[in-house]
């Protein structure tokens, strides 16, 4: 046993934790130490009262107990007892333990909160600092209710002592970072900014970083601090390394607070005043030239505090994101520290560089280091520098050096640790799609990834891969053939067979023609997998089969035997029993046409965000998001390498394997009703939009009736669009739309949002959304006067027989519209089959006792219901030879209107809602587009092809659809548009 | 910082200071897995590592290993010389510190380490204010175990006397 050194021995205390040492076992251990429990436990119970020192020493056992890992539930009183005693240790130990083991319990915390607030008025400054202590070290939120008002008051006290003050400032720090809403702003706030003047460096220290807490939180009311934090800075950096006494730390003036400030500034943008910020970038030239001279100490505690600052100086330049010549300064720093002999910098660097990297100033300078950095990954010893070299090659990649990086990654994941393996998987997935330029590498690498590490490859990255097959059509024989081959493999990873049965399922015909994979070859290999299979494989694979049979009407009745085995039809797993139940169903009683059509070709996935992005940035935590984002430096790859998400797959069935499938078994969703899912806006349209239909506006008969008789019953939104008919004598008909109806309408086939009309009195704006056969559409009625509108009623209407083909359902609207108000019409639209004629929009309001009305057609025209349909240039010529049948085509050639601007027109046809198609017409000049149009009883397929011809200022267009009226009507609408 | 941990190269527990609010049950799973980790690593390998989303500094002084968890924007090398610097004032409180020190003056350790850091902030970085603080508390007990403890103490008064003998004291 050690003599204990300094202050009063606790000789009790010493012995048992020696005895505690001497233990030779852990149940010995625990032995000594009940036995210690239950003498104390006696103590305190004991009639007789305990003297100071008896209570401190078992009050310390407790502590020492508790600390050793036991739970210690009682001495909580003893301590508080403590706490109230005058004499300093006993008082300390009581803090000690209550600062260690306090718990919630609010009868203890009032007590010990009487003992802190005495010591806080005691003006006893050794006394009011262990107070302190306790707040900060238990920091809790009755802490805070107690005390929180009192400690602004003490900090900036004039007579506070130093040590009070900067016990004070980091006591408040941890209260206003618990409860903030307990800390009361006020006078204090300014004077703590100018404890950043304060003659003691302890109190400037403690003072910072409460004021950079505080800056976080309010910027705009701490700004005075930038100039203070400058030149307290600027004293510093420049000056003698003995200046500073004992703040200098081996050669080092004032390290801490030098790190500490150069944080407060980073929570600002560079100082507007020219003054304060150069001398700011004097400093930070100053540290960066400091870390060129030679070290004044051997010592590593003189180069860690040297390049602390250094480091910190580095944050701040990136921070700034401003100042090129320091950004590339800083990268040259680090390019120096990526091979120095001390692992810390060399990790340090990594780190900081890839920060660095997403600057656009000093990204070049980063990517200078890459035979460094892909050396640190091959050769570091410690994974957690590799780790970094690793973050630091995916942050400093581009389209120039991808293919290096990614092959590299991808070397190194056959070594990776483990922990990090699934990482590098997401992040070589991510690089492989956004810097691809050619899909096949794409391919290659993503089967790669499985090859190496497919327990690492988690759902999102191999369903990216099946969407981004799906949607490019120039990479579908490819990967049917890469998967081919990649599944001869005699063991290949259950990911790869994942991938493999979609792909061969979509896409198996274009590699049929080769003998080496004709489809029972295709069949045979896959089908040789699938025992091996987990229920989620197998359950795709078996989409996989009935797939084939349409593909290959040969494999049929195989598959069909394979199905009707009784280890599917019987299959203990619901799922295998009933998709095998149902495809040997389907496959047995469907007409090929019906097959061909269920089991048509996946329609590609709507564009978005890569849920594999969304998988990193979970995994690396909310922090890393900004490191990671792309869009930043690269954004013109965005079109090619955009994301893609399975939307669909949020409505299908939860299994895992079923996300993708369950799309596939069902019809192609062009004909289904809009799932649930597909948006939040269209929900209600397709729930209530066709039962609603009967009371859609009246048809212009009608509308002369209801005007004078009571509504019909069974029409509620006569009722809710009409609330009083008979109180408007000046009614009428409604009259035909104005002239200039047509070309305002006409405005809105290209696009969907925009003003519609506008007069005098009245502006109307339409905001719409179309998706499939629905459509939501907001009408937005602004009184441009100021006078109030009465009886302000819009009305649908669908003249003709419209009302079979489209559903217009409206919303009530006021009947009043005040003064230079504006209110919104919803009206929710669906396509019941293709339609002409627009609806009418009907507006009749009373103006000072005039009556107006107004009759508009409504933007509403059947290009609005169009899917976009993209396809490779043979589907799209046999398709167009299919419809070749002179009614099906509409033809017009016309006189540009409008400048022919090629981006113009193809945002044009974008906006009509086509897909364009690229490389189909031999001419470059050319536009060709397909689409099928959405409505509930049919789909409209339509192929549109567009003829610009400069030097006459002529556009020829074609439409060819599968249904004649469309054909000239489309030819119409767009041809006014060029 | 969120927390400080000391451990011995066997694992055991040393010190242990926690700058947020945790339950016991969490603090004791932390030590456990990084105790773990950090006894783990080889011993030319770098002294930071990333651990869930906190920054774990750490160094070994003999036989104690200093761990300390700090956020992501934290600086990992000051954050390596605040262990140093810790490592410093027991140094000299004890004189040539020792693992027993700390096992046996626990609570001198936790009082040196609040009058360093303070609700994981460094609150006083000079190792004579430091020690002063903590010299000046030994003394004040000693001067009142010498003199009886004061009715009313009197910050002057005591000082006064404190003066006195910490004159006496560094002679």
Redesign the interface.
């Known amino acids: 046993m050690p003599a204990v050194s300094k202050g009063d021995g606790m000789r009790g205390l010493a012995v048992f934790i020696s005895d505690i040492r001497n233990c030779k076992s852990k149940e010995a251990e625990i032995k000594r130490i009940n036995k210690e429990l239950a003498n104390i436990r006696s103590k305190f119970k004991g009639d007789k009262a305990l003297d100071g020192y008896s209570k401190k020493k078992y009050v310390c056992k407790l502590l020492f107990i508790f600390l050793l890992g036991h739970d210690i539930d009682f001495g909580h009183m003893e301590a508080v007892n403590l706490l109230s005693s005058n004499k300093y240790t006993e008082k300390q130990i009581g803090y000690l333990f209550i600062s260690v083991l306090v718990n919630s319990n609010s009868e203890l915390i009032r007590l010990i909160n009487n003992a802190i607030k005495n010591d806080l008025a005691s003006r006893n400054p050794t006394f009011m600092c262990l107070a302190l202590h306790c707040i900060a070290n238990v920091g809790s939120r009755e802490m805070g209710e107690a005390f929180a008002a009192d400690i602004p008051r003490i900090l900036v006290a004039g007579d506070s002592m130093d040590s009070v003050k900067q016990s004070a400032a980091l006591c408040l720090l941890r209260l206003y970072k618990a409860s903030p809403d307990l800390v009361p702003m006020g006078e204090w706030t300014a004077r703590v900014v100018h404890l950043l003047n304060d003659q003691h460096m302890g109190v400037v220290t403690a003072a910072v970083s409460l004021i950079t807490c505080l800056c976080k939180k309010n910027p705009d009311d701490f700004k005075t601090c930038i100039s203070l934090a400058v030149s307290r800075l600027s004293r510093i950096v420049s000056s003698a390394s003995t200046d500073l006494q004992d703040y200098t730390y081996y050669f080092v003036p004032a390290p801490w607070l030098s790190v500490k400030l150069l944080r407060l500034l980073q929570c600002y943008p560079p100082p507007e005043d020219a003054a304060v910020k150069g001398r700011l970038v004097e400093c930070l030239e100053t540290v960066l030239n400091k870390a060129q001279e030679p070290p004044k100490s051997k010592k590593v505690q003189h180069s860690n505090a040297k390049n602390a600052i250094l480091f910190e100086t580095i944050s701040l330049i990136i921070h700034y994101d401003s100042e090129p010549n320091l950004l590339v300064r800083a990268c040259n720093q680090l390019g120096q520290f990526l091979q120095h002999r001390e692992t810390n910098l060399r990790y340090l660097a990594l780190e900081s560089m890839c920060t660095l990297a997403s600057s656009e100033f000093s990204h070049e300078a980063v990517k200078t280091h890459i035979d460094t950095v892909i050396n640190a990954l091959k050769t570091e010893r410690d994974v957690s520098v590799r780790q970094r070299a690793a973050d630091l090659l995916y942050a400093m990649c581009d389209r120039s050096n991808a293919k290096q990086i990614v092959s590299e990654m991808l070397r190194y994941l056959e070594t990776a640790d483990y922990a990090i393996r699934e990482e590098i998987v997401l992040k070589v997935a991510i690089l492989a799609e956004k810097y691809a330029v050619d899909y096949s590498w794409y391919v290659d690498t993503i089967l790669n990834l499985i090859r190496i590490a497919g327990d690492y490859v988690s759902e999102e990255v191999w369903y990216r891969v099946l969407q981004i097959v799906t949607n490019r059509d120039d990479v579908q024989g490819y990967a049917a053939k890469t998967v081919f081959e990649a599944l001869q493999a005699p063991a290949c990873h259950e990911n790869m067979v994942k991938v493999g049965g979609y792909i061969l399922g979509e896409f198996g015909n274009l590699i049929a023609g080769d003998p080496r994979s004709s489809p029972p070859v295709q069949f045979s290999l896959l089908h040789s997998k699938f025992h091996l299979c987990s229920v989620a494989t197998r359950a795709l694979l078996l989409s996989t089969y009935i797939k084939f049979i349409n593909l290959f009407p040969e494999t049929k009745a195989t598959i069909q035997g394979v199905l009707r085995a009784g280890s599917q039809l019987r299959n203990a797993d619901v799922e295998l029993q009933q998709r095998a139940v149902e495809y040997l169903t389907l496959s047995s009683v469907a007409s090929t046409d019906v097959l061909a059509t269920v089991l048509e070709e996946m329609p590609p996935f709507p564009e978005r965000e890569s849920s594999i992005l969304a998988k990193l940035k979970r995994k690396k935590g909310p922090g890393a998001a900004s490191a990671l984002d792309d869009g930043r430096r690269d954004a013109s790859s965005n079109d090619i390498n955009g994301g893609v998400e399975p939307t669909p797959s949020t409505v299908s069935t939860p299994s895992p394997s079923a996300d993708l499938l369950g799309l596939r078994a069902a019809p192609p969703p062009a004909a289904a009703p809009a799932p649930a899912g597909a948006g939040n806006l269209l929900v209600d349209v397709s729930s209530e939009g066709p039962a609603a239909q009967p009371g859609l506006g009246p048809t212009p008969e009608e509308a002369f009736l209801s005007e004078l008789e009571p509504p019909a019953p069974e029409s509620p939104m006569a009722l809710l669009a009409d609330p009083a008919p008979a109180a408007d004598p000046g009614s009428e008909d409604i009259g035909s739309p104005i002239p200039e109806a047509d070309e305002l309408m006409n405005k809105f086939v290209c696009k969907n949002n925009g003003v519609l009309f506008e007069n005098q009195l009245l502006q109307i704006g339409v905001k719409s959304e179309f998706r499939q056969n629905l459509g939501r559409m907001y009408l937005f009625y602004g009184n441009k006067t100021s006078v109030q509108f009465q009886s302000f009623t819009p009305t649908v209407v669908h003249p003709g027989d419209l009302q079979t083909h489209l559903a217009v359902q409206t919303k009530r609207v006021a009947a009043q519209v005040d003064g230079g108000a504006q209110v919104q019409q919803v009206l929710n639209i669906e396509c019941l089959r293709d339609f002409l004629t627009p609806p009418l929009l009907s507006v009749r309001f009373r103006y000072g006792g005039a009556p107006q009305s107004l009759t508009l057609k409504l933007p509403v025209t059947i290009n609005k219901f169009f899917q976009p349909t993209e396809m490779a240039a043979q589907d799209f010529f046999q398709r167009w030879k299919q419809l070749s049948l002179p009614q099906q085509e509409a033809q017009k050639i016309f006189k540009a209107t409008h400048p022919m601007d090629a981006e113009v027109t193809k945002a044009k046809l974008l906006g009509f809602g086509s897909a364009l198609l690229d490389n189909v017409d031999p001419n470059p000049e050319n536009f060709v587009g397909a689409g099928i149009i959405q409505t509930k009883a049919l789909q409209v397929g339509c192929l549109l092809r567009l003829e610009p011809n400069a030097q006459a200022q002529m556009y020829r267009l074609t439409l060819r659809t599968s249904k004649e009226p469309v054909s000239r009507h489309l030819c119409e609408l767009l041809a006014q548009q060029f | 910082m969120q927390f400080m941990l000391l451990f011995s190269r066997q694992g055991k527990?040393r010190?242990?200071k926690w700058?947020v609010?945790l339950s016991?049950k969490e603090k004791?799973k932390i030590t456990r897995e990084l105790v773990q980790t950090v006894l783990a690593r080889?011993p030319?390998?770098?002294?930071?590592?990333?651990w869930r989303?906190l920054k774990i500094v750490y160094k070994r002084y003999a036989s104690l290993y200093f761990c300390c968890a700090i956020e992501?924007?934290d600086?990992?090398?000051?954050t390596?010389?605040?262990i140093?610097?810790y490592v410093e004032l027991l140094d000299k409180?004890?004189?040539s510190v020792c693992e027993?020190?700390i096992?046996?003056?626990?609570?001198?350790a936790?009082?040196i380490l609040?009058e360093f850091l303070?609700?994981?902030?460094?609150?006083?970085?000079?190792?004579?204010?430091v020690l002063k603080?903590i010299e000046?508390?030994?003394l004040?007990?000693e001067f009142?175990?010498v003199l009886g403890?004061p009715r009313n103490?009197?910050?002057d008064s005591?000082s006064h006397v404190m003066n006195i003998l910490m004159s006496q004291c560094t002679k």
Request: glycine share 4%; net charge negative; hydrophobic share 35%.
């Open positions: 527990l010190l242990q700058y609010p016991d004791k080889k030319k390998m770098c002294s930071f590592l990333e989303d992501d924007q600086n990992e090398l000051i390596l010389e605040i140093h610097r409180y004890f004189g027993l020190d096992i046996f003056n626990f609570e001198k936790y009082f609040d303070l609700g994981g902030e460094v609150q006083e970085t000079s190792k004579k204010n603080a000046q508390a030994d004040l007990q009142q175990e403890v103490p009197s910050p005591l």
